[in-house]
């Protein structure tokens, strides 16, 4: 007996009620996006090597899946490379293309490439996937699609302003209430830990600040002094830890942690600007929250910082995220070139709706009406009208056999088609049709027009 077939860890197959999930999020997020006056672009599923290497660090590079050149791969191959087993100098004589890691790289390298003809400031948006060689769990896979948003060539605060109100449209659009969103802000976290004497330990010690919510202040502590982080620079963040209240509130409790530096300082101004200008504007759905130990993306990120935490309710991890980033292009020789962006997390959006059972009824909705097939006559005569019912906008379809009706009736309610039309010999004498609720097993005779306003 042959082995049943199957697809590999990380990824998934998607039945019609899915994909049709994953198509209303998706197109509520496109729609976000082109009012907000994002265009679209994409990129290739794969990109050069040496476009991707070394752009995410060890761990990032771990993660790339390489493609194997055409052919006689081997015959190219590093023999000192081959010979030693040492995989990081083999597969660069192997392997000259990759699976794109996410969808930012590729656009920096899209924007170095094309940059004498777009328009400035470029507002682009993407919707692809992209692969990890990560380990797969609940929340994360090895193909997944990304639905990113970016501004560049503007470093005007007022795009920090516009992403958290595109978030807030895209939530109240899902009808996903209790969505927080996180802001901080990188000039912050330079200048705490100048202040603490520790600014050759910023990422050791926003690492450890970062998870003060999972293991608690004296584990925080502990973690800052074997970083080498001295006990007197720990004692000036003691407010970081109690740090809580209205986003007002903690920018005075900032003001007087960093008045000694400067770098901390525009960030306490950049962070005010924005909540200023989101609380005139006012958000419909999600609440906005300063949230000083959110250091995601450092070694990436130069001011504002997002992150977006589903509602409590449910257990899951942060469902989008991004920033501001003042050199994306350095690593193609385009420097100075600022932007900012955010990121839906798709699937994890998907399992929080699912779970609180968001879905509209009507998402799955493929068919709207089903004709029964009684022979070729009737076939002929129903086809005519499913033909002026498809240019009415309405989805029809005719049985393709001419099963038994049991048969036909049970394919409609399988698969939830609200509407069946029978027709005979006295409907096709009459021009008429016989139409059925499935609903409500409420049948009447009726004209084409009638059929169609019935069904609209």
Not at 19 to 31: G, H, L, P, Q, S
Not at 55 to 66: A, C, N, Q, V
Not at 187 to 201: C, F, N, Q, W, Y
């Amino acid at each position: 007996m042959a082995q049943k077939p199957s697809i590999p860890k990380g990824t998934r197959d998607f039945n019609p009620e899915e994909v049709a999930k994953r198509n209303y999020i998706v197109n509520t997020i496109r729609d976000a996006f082109e009012r907000f006056g994002f265009q679209p672009i994409e990129t290739p599923s794969f990109e050069n090597s040496e476009t991707l290497m070394g752009k995410y660090g060890d761990e990032g590079d771990r993660l790339i899946f390489k493609i194997l050149n055409s052919g006689d791969y081997l015959n190219k191959a590093n023999e000192s490379a081959y010979k030693e087993k040492d995989s990081n100098k083999l597969t660069a004589s192997i392997s000259e293309k990759a699976l794109r890691y996410d969808l930012t790289v590729p656009f920096a390298r899209y924007v170095v490439q094309y940059q004498n003809d777009i328009e400035y400031p470029f507002k682009r948006y993407q919707i692809q996937p992209v692969w990890r060689a990560d380990r797969p769990q609940k929340g994360r896979f090895r193909e997944f699609y990304q639905c990113d948003a970016d501004v560049v060539g503007s470093d005007s605060l007022w795009q920090e302003v516009e992403f958290i109100q595109l978030y807030d449209v895209v939530f109240s659009a899902l009808k996903l209430k209790g969505v927080t969103i996180k802001i901080n802000n990188r000039k912050i976290l330079s200048g705490i830990a100048e202040v603490i004497g520790a600014s050759d330990k910023l990422i050791d010690f926003t690492v450890a600040l970062d998870k003060l919510d999972k293991i608690g202040e004296e584990k925080v502590k502990e973690e800052m002094l074997t970083k080498g982080i001295t006990q007197e620079g720990i004692s000036k963040l003691q407010p970081l830890f109690t740090m809580s209240g209205s986003f007002e509130s903690q920018i005075e409790s900032l003001k007087s942690i960093l008045y000694t530096s400067e770098e901390g300082k525009k960030g306490i101004d950049e962070l005010a600007f924005i909540n200023s200008a989101i609380t005139e504007l006012g958000l419909s759905t999600a609440s906005f929250q300063l949230d000083v130990t959110l250091a995601r993306g450092l070694n990436y990120y130069t001011g504002a910082i997002f992150e977006v935490a589903a509602p409590k309710i449910v257990q899951m991890g942060s469902i989008g995220g991004g920033g501001r980033y003042d050199n994306l292009t350095g690593i193609f020789g385009m420097p100075n070139m600022s932007g900012v962006g955010i990121s839906f997390g798709l699937d994890r959006i998907y399992l929080v709706l699912d779970e609180l059972g968001l879905f509209p009824e009507t998402v799955a909705k493929n068919v709207d009406v089903l004709f029964i097939n009684f022979g070729d006559n009737e076939a002929l005569f129903c086809l005519k009208a499913v033909k002026v019912l498809r240019t009415q906008g309405i989805n029809a379809e005719l049985y393709p056999d001419n099963a038994k009706m049991k048969k036909q009736m049970n394919h409609a309610n399988k698969r939830n088609i609200p509407f069946v039309v029978l027709v005979g010999e006295e409907e096709i004498n009459s021009n008429t049709y016989s139409l059925k609720k499935m609903i409500t097993g409420e049948q009447f005779k009726v004209s084409l027009e009638d059929l169609i306003l019935h069904i609209k």
